[in-house]
């Protein structure tokens, strides 16, 4: 038995959350269990939450900036936790990763250049490339008995073939679960190296790798590499600990002229000081927050346990792609449905849930969903349980039409 209780149920409804206060607005009804946008229905530790009382406490909130303490916490975290070797200097506080990565198109690239994505992948890089009005190249991850490989030759011939200035780099990738290898990365950063491509390196989810998996951190890559490969790393406490809501990231470049690129762009929206409950919240999520980190993992761990034997007792039609890292998890219904509206339709109107449908990640993927299992156990087995039901219907509504016709 662990110190933190990850079963108890918090109600989260009714505090402006996106994932459960919108159900109305985004999807038409309130009575779907949430379990799409990637943040967790976990408490913070008491450690943690102590530090960001006593700062409510002191009752004064103005400008803020992170200091040594702060950039310590942060190179301390990815040293130990990535044996990753920064420095201070290196290090932007933004308000959001998806912020820094709008920031490094807009400072790296120009209109029109193309940028490149491994689909399916999380949707905001296409629409932040898009918006900025840059072109979206995609190579398409390819599955291959259940596991997701990157297609070199693919890869290369995408940047060749379109001038590819800049590749976004999703490690550990959502939604597929990979946590990519360092022969991997390796073969990444020398064809980007030797086109000439920026790599946009966002690292929000390596927190979460599952045994036997690590997450090799792209600091420890670009510099093994013979050729110089230029990047921009991307990373949060707001994904670990959940605090998306108080809005801090750090983006890390070591190339001096680089940084100074990057903070001009950022300067020019006029962003200045961050959120300091955010980096309050930061220092005190890697100073305290390890072993509330750790026991997370083995109850994650836990839940996905649970979905895939669900599903292979219950529901083999439904394919689980086994997850290396992340709290999502990709579930494979092409034997179940034919296309995508099928798919929502059974879903929403079936299972009563609210999940990220594939399509979003990219249009090969219409036959998929995405499911965040960073919830109490309770509600994976609810979930469960109304996927099992809805997919049963489906089925007794399709025999009961062929005896009708
Ligand atoms: C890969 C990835 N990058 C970035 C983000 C969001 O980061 P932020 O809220 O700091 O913009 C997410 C959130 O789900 C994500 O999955």
Redesign the pocket.
């Known amino acids: 038995m662990g110190k933190y209780d990850f079963d108890q149920i918090i109600d989260r409804r009714n505090t402006d959350s996106i994932k459960w206060d919108w159900g109305l607005k985004r999807k038409g009804r309130d009575d779907l269990l949430p379990m799409w946008v990637?943040d967790m229905d976990f408490r913070l530790p008491d450690e943690v939450l102590g530090e960001i009382e006593g700062r409510v406490h002191h009752g004064i909130f103005g400008y803020t900036d992170p200091g040594d303490t702060y950039l310590d916490l942060v190179r301390g975290w990815m040293e130990k936790r990535h044996a990753a070797h920064i420095e201070n200097d290196w290090i932007t506080v933004t308000p959001?990763?998806?912020?820094s990565i709008a920031m490094s198109i807009r400072a790296f690239t120009k209109k029109g250049d193309a940028i490149l994505v491994q689909q399916p992948v999380?949707y905001p890089f296409m629409r932040t490339i898009e918006i900025n009005d840059r072109k979206v190249v995609n190579s398409q991850l390819v599955l291959r008995d259940g596991h997701y490989e990157i297609d070199f030759e693919d890869f290369e011939k995408k940047i060749e073939e379109n001038d590819v200035r800049m590749f976004i780099l999703?490690s550990p990738h959502?939604p597929v679960g990979r946590v990519w290898t360092r022969d991997e990365l390796m073969r990444i950063a020398d064809i980007c190296g030797r086109h000439q491509v920026y790599v946009y390196a966002?690292e929000?989810?390596s927190d979460f790798t599952y045994p036997g998996h690590e997450h090799v951190s792209f600091v420890n890559i670009a510099g093994a590499q013979g050729e110089d490969v230029r990047y921009i790393l991307g990373t949060?406490a707001?994904?670990t600990f959940n605090l998306?809501g108080l809005q801090v990231?750090n983006i890390v470049i070591p190339d001096e002229d680089m940084r100074k690129v990057f903070r001009k762009e950022s300067d020019a929206v006029g962003y200045s000081q961050p959120n300091v409950l955010g980096m309050v919240a930061t220092m005190s999520c890697y100073r305290n927050g390890e072993k509330w980190l750790d026991e997370l993992l083995e109850y994650l761990s836990g839940n996905l346990d649970y979905i895939r034997i669900f599903l292979r007792d219950r529901l083999p039609q439904v394919k689980l792609v086994e997850p290396e890292g992340t709290y999502l998890v990709w579930l494979d219904f092409s034997e179940v449905v034919e296309d995508h509206k099928e798919l929502e339709k059974l879903i929403v109107d079936g299972a009563h849930l609210w999940l990220d449908p594939g399509i979003i990640f990219g249009r090969e993927t219409a036959l998929f969903e995405r499911i965040n299992i960073a919830c109490p156990r309770h509600f994976i087995e609810k979930a469960m349980e109304q996927l099992l039901d809805a997919v049963l219907n489906l089925k007794s509504e399709g025999d009961q039409e062929t005896l009708t016709v």
């Open positions: 990637a959001g990763v998806v912020y999380y999703c959502n966002d929000i989810h949060s707001s994904k998306a990231a």
